[in-house]
């Protein structure tokens, strides 16, 4: 079973069918889904989001959907992710519209207390292209340290991070 997660502002709720309008604006939108393999047609949106509710079953952890408390609006994903043969991964994304405003942040924080307290890891990963400018900032901002530059199996070199868990969870 997916725990539902809460913050201040935001509900963090398992993938669902009736999310497939939030992948197909994030994923069909180039300059929004760059940094996440898109842009991708409509059906490969919808996939992305099948694969997002089975990575539970897969693994027992996943990506949740931020969803704004106030008015129930689904605003993008934040949580875990390992491709086959990859590390385990903190992620997120929003919707160009939220971008800016926290969500992002206080997203993560909940999801890695989730990590380390919920499902017990000892520690709480990430990585990025190096391009990625804002995600590095925001792991910055989330107190990851680098602790490794390893090869990926997509043949690129990246940073690997560790994330503390966080004081305010």
Same mark, same amino acid.
């Given at each position: 079973?997916?725990?539902?997660?809460?913050?201040?502002?935001?509900?963090?709720?398992?993938?669902?069918?009736?999310?497939?309008?939030?992948?197909?604006?994030?994923?069909?939108?180039?300059?929004?889904?760059?940094?996440? !393999?898109?842009?991708?047609?409509?059906?490969? +949106?919808?996939? &992305?989001?099948?694969?997002?509710? /089975?990575? =539970? @079953?897969? $693994?027992?952890? !996943?990506?949740?959907?931020?969803?704004?408390? +106030?008015?129930? &609006?689904?605003?993008?994903?934040? /949580?875990? =992710? @390992?491709? $086959?043969?990859?590390?385990?991964?903190?992620?997120?994304?929003?919707?160009?519209?939220?971008?800016?405003?926290?969500?992002?942040?206080?997203?993560?924080?909940?999801?890695?207390?989730?990590?380390?307290?919920?499902?017990?890891?000892?520690?709480?990963?990430?990585?990025?292209?190096?391009?990625?400018?804002?995600?590095?900032?925001?792991?910055?901002?989330?107190?990851?340290?680098?602790?490794?530059?390893?090869?990926?199996?997509?043949?690129?070199?990246?940073?690997?991070?560790?994330?503390?868990?966080?004081?305010?969870?």
């Amino acid at each position: 079973m997916v725990p539902d997660l809460e913050t201040e502002r935001l509900r963090l709720v398992p993938p669902a069918g009736q999310h497939a309008e939030l992948y197909d604006r994030f994923y069909t939108d180039p300059a929004a889904s760059g940094h996440y !393999g898109g842009p991708l047609t409509p059906a490969q +949106a919808w996939s &992305r989001l099948a694969q997002d509710i /089975g990575h =539970w @079953q897969l $693994r027992g952890f !996943g990506v949740w959907v931020m969803e704004t408390r +106030a008015e129930g &609006r689904a605003v993008g994903t934040c /949580g875990f =992710w @390992q491709g $086959r043969d990859w590390p385990r991964e903190l992620t997120w994304w929003l919707l160009p519209e939220a971008r800016g405003t926290g969500f992002a942040t206080e997203a993560s924080l909940a999801a890695i207390a989730h990590a380390y307290d919920g499902f017990g890891w000892a520690d709480v990963q990430t990585y990025m292209d190096d391009g990625n400018e804002a995600a590095r900032k925001l792991v910055l901002r989330l107190g990851g340290d680098i602790v490794d530059r390893i090869a990926f199996p997509d043949g690129k070199m990246r940073d690997l991070f560790t994330i503390p868990r966080p004081d305010r969870f």
